[in-house]
């Protein structure tokens, strides 16, 4: 029953991959605009996997959990403030990362949403990687 969930997991994302691939403004990038498209893409979309991400991973406690409601609250309220103090984190150091540019410039703008892409897919690989069975 778990493999069927899966399978039909992998083709739902499957089928919305090759639905954004068609979308996808990093195609072709050939100007600063279509940079800044792409990086404001590339951070919508990792921060996305990373919300997704996190929802699985407070599924699959209250999967684990369904027999103690006492450790599951105190699991997820765990996840909640580290994810909280997590983005605090990202933000922060994102900020420093993105500096040397004028705060609003297309260079800070860009670099900043690198960073913030760049955080939140390795945070998402790893809230993925908790409570696999």
């Known amino acids: 029953m778990k493999s069927i969930f899966l399978a039909l997991a992998l083709i739902a994302t499957g089928a ?49 959990y369904a027999n103690n409601k006492a450790q599951l609250a105190d699991i997820t309220g765990k996840l909640q403030t580290a994810e909280q103090l997590w983005m605090k984190s990202r933000d922060a150091d994102c900020a420093i990362a993105a500096f040397p540019a004028a705060v609003g410039s297309k260079t800070y703008t860009m670099d900043l949403n690198d960073c913030l892409a760049s955080k939140s897919d390795e945070r998402s690989e790893f809230l993925e990687s908790i409570g696999q069975e």
């Open 16 to 64: 919305q991959a090759a639905e954004e691939a068609d979308n996808n403004p990093c195609d072709a990038v050939e100007n600063d605009v279509q940079t800044l498209e792409c990086s404001t893409y590339s951070k919508n979309t990792a921060e996305q996997l990373l919300k997704d991400n996190f929802q699985g991973l407070l599924e699959r406690m209250k999967t684990q």
